[in-house]
């Protein structure tokens, strides 16, 4: 019973710990520019297929793996340059329409070069499965969460401890007096556009071992990612992380305890749950309207 | 003046294709086949198939003295256009025969204009919908999921199996396949104790593998799936570290599933057609040479691997081949009636028997199980 509910919590928290790092990636734009950029799973997508095509080629993994998530941050700094920049005086609505554009471009562009089928990349470690008081831990599981945790602290001395990641706070609470006290706006949506793709890229590494990798892997993982930031509130990075985990939990838990048709429902159901008792989601902040 | 000669020129050439027109009109095949989109997978070899032999045919004499004329269209997986393109094959380019409809749902959206136009038509799609009921003008020629069922739960009795746990996707293939299971396991005498399901996009199922795990008295375990699902079902059980024997079905019966699931497959059985194991077919298998000269020629013609499904077009245009024959003529009827009664053509995919009764003609013996040993796939029997 025990160890039941433990794999069950196990699984969630793997691929949890995947939405987390999507969601902080949607957070850490919404924050920049109050866009939703819906082509945030592209990022998870270039990540795991660059991986495997470079590793395909013979390249060693270690050096694959930084040359995706180079093409992943630099594709990040594209997209904002060469689709969202030019269209600066349009409002927030247009703007994301534009990621969801871009999103379908980015997809179709994969399709093309790496094919419609799924990859396989192997375990960063040793294939060897933990045993955990009768619970299954993937070795991978562990790679999951220990590069998630590494990155969730760079984040936060990123934004507590540099110039840059101030920069970013500081545009995100009030962008007119950012500019005033001479932050290039412009320079941190580059950046934060980028640090997204970095992390999108990263958990779509990370996770590809577990779940296989393919050019419309984007789709839901992004989409997950997205009820994932809407959970904990947008904006929010703390609720981003907590927003993640619960909801992977919750979909290992539906579909061990109830049944894996009602997986996806009960997640979609949550943030109905959530937005209606708590609009501005688990950790959103309080907004007062000036009159 | 050089306009003149032009012209006389064509004239000339026309009237000779007239006068061997007259002499011999070509046989007209028809197809439509979801060469690109979703199910390029099939569509694709089963065209590549269609084009090679027809053309190898008509370098050999062609059929009752005719060359064969393919007319194929591309419905790109989409059941609507399959329709269309039927109706285009029976009314504009008056086809004699069909050979075509890479799904199920492309087939199923043809089968009612095909019934009305009287024309043969011979499927390669999978689900057991299409000969049964049999319907008159309508043939398949790939197995049904309920043979496959039928033959995973045989083997699985021969090795004293009679309490299953079955793990299956939610998507038509999977979920077709479930219910034949479990029809078939009733009437088989296999308790099917444990009964899991798993979405299409779904990334994890060990949660799922484990409900079964914890189920007492679960002796075996089968996995109904397509696509990458089976797959991570695969390593999520290897990971388990779960030793009950493990099923997959025919669904993935491909080099590229061994690609994806890796060492994690060793050891797991499903049901397939002999052509991934060409080589290891007895002596005097009826089926080896069949096997081993469709493959030897489709990987020279087109340097890519031969695949299960563009058998089903091998197999379908042989049919059709040896219906006109038989019939002596293209007379829907006729050849109809004659490919009612073919008996014991060996093709790649097994031995056709067809009768009045069943519209398929293969038995559940066509399946061969086979067993990943060392990364390939091995012949069990």
Do not use: C
């Not at chain 1, 734009?29 to 590793?55: D, K, P, R």
């Not at chain 2, 299960?308 to 006109?324: E, H, Q």
């Amino acid at each position: 019973m025990f160890s039941e509910f433990l794999q069950y919590l196990f699984t969630g928290t793997t691929i949890g710990a995947t939405y987390a790092l999507i969601a902080l990636g949607f957070t850490l734009i919404y924050n920049a520019s109050h866009v939703i950029n819906f082509a945030q799973g592209e990022f998870v997508m270039i990540g795991g297929m660059t991986t495997v095509a470079l590793t395909g080629m013979g390249m060693p993994m270690i050096v694959a793996v930084v040359l995706a998530v180079i093409l992943a941050s630099v594709l990040g700094l594209a997209l904002q340059r060469l689709a969202i920049a030019p269209a600066k005086q349009a409002d927030v609505v247009t703007l994301i329409i534009i990621t969801i554009g871009a999103s379908i471009f980015i997809r179709g562009i994969a399709q093309v070069v790496w094919g419609k089928e799924y990859h396989s990349m192997p375990n960063f470690s040793a294939t060897q499965s933990l045993e955990v008081f009768g619970a299954v831990l993937n070795s991978q599981s562990l790679w999951v969460f220990g590069i998630g945790a590494v990155l969730v602290v760079a984040l936060v001395l990123f934004f507590t401890k540099t110039l840059s990641g101030k920069a970013i706070l500081a545009t995100s609470m009030n962008k007119e007096a950012a500019r005033l006290v001479g932050i290039r706006t412009q320079v941190v949506l580059m950046l934060a556009f980028m640090v997204s793709a970095f992390l999108g890229s990263v958990a779509g590494i990370v996770v590809a071992p577990i779940t296989f990798t393919s050019y419309d892997i984007g789709i839901i993982l992004g989409l997950k990612g997205f009820v994932a930031a809407a959970i904990g509130g947008l904006g929010s990075g703390v609720g981003a992380i907590v927003g993640g985990l619960a909801l992977g939990i919750v979909e290992a838990m539906a579909a061990g305890y109830i049944s894996s048709d009602y997986k996806d429902a009960v997640a979609f159901s949550m943030i109905l749950l959530v937005l209606f008792f708590m609009p501005r989601g688990l950790f959103g902040a309080k907004v007062v309207e000036r009159v | 003046m050089v306009r003149r000669i032009g012209k006389y020129a064509a004239a000339v050439a026309t009237g000779l294709m007239m006068l061997s027109a007259q002499a011999s009109e070509p046989i007209k095949i028809g197809s439509f086949v979801s060469a690109t989109g979703p199910a390029s997978f099939l569509g694709d070899p089963e065209l590549k198939t269609l084009e090679m032999y027809v053309e190898k045919i008509n370098d050999e004499g062609g059929v009752l003295g005719r060359d064969l004329e393919l007319v194929h269209y591309d419905d790109g997986g989409s059941a609507s256009s399959a329709r269309n393109f039927a109706s285009r094959l029976i009314r504009s380019d008056q086809v004699d025969i069909i050979v075509g409809g890479s799904t199920t749902g492309t087939t199923m959206a043809a089968v009612p204009l095909i019934q009305q136009a009287r024309i043969p038509f011979i499927s390669m799609a999978g689900a057991v919908k299409i000969t049964t009921p049999v319907k008159k003008w309508v043939f398949k020629t790939p197995q049904s999921d309920r043979m496959a069922a039928e033959r995973i739960l045989r083997d699985m009795k021969d090795r004293g199996i009679t309490k299953i746990g079955l793990i299956s996707g939610t998507g038509g293939f999977g979920s077709s396949g479930r219910a034949q299971t479990l029809e078939a396991a009733e009437q088989m005498g296999v308790e099917v104790l444990a009964d899991v399901t798993y979405g299409g996009s779904d990334t994890d199922m060990t949660a799922q593998l484990t409900d079964i795990r914890n189920t007492e008295g679960v002796e075996a375990v089968l996995n109904f799936g397509f696509g990458q699902g089976p797959a991570i079902v695969t390593r999520n059980y290897a990971d388990l570290g779960m030793e009950l024997p493990f099923y997959q079905s025919h669904g993935v019966a491909s080099d590229s599933f061994l690609d994806l699931a890796g060492s994690s497959a060793e050891g797991l059985r499903l049901p397939a057609s002999p052509l991934l194991v060409p080589d290891s077919l007895p002596e005097g298998d009826p089926q080896k040479e069949v096997v081993q000269d469709y493959k030897a020629e489709y990987e020279a013609h087109y340097d890519s691997k031969v695949s299960t499904f563009g058998a089903y077009a091998y197999d379908g245009l042989n049919l059709a081949v040896r219906a006109i024959e038989k019939a002596g003529s293209t007379d829907p009827e006729a050849v109809r009636k004659a490919l009612e009664n073919i008996e014991g053509y060996v093709g790649v995919t097994g031995e056709f028997n067809m009768s009045p009764d069943d519209h398929n003609g293969l038995n559940v013996d066509s399946f061969r199980i086979l067993e990943v040993q060392n990364g390939k796939w091995t012949l069990i029997n």
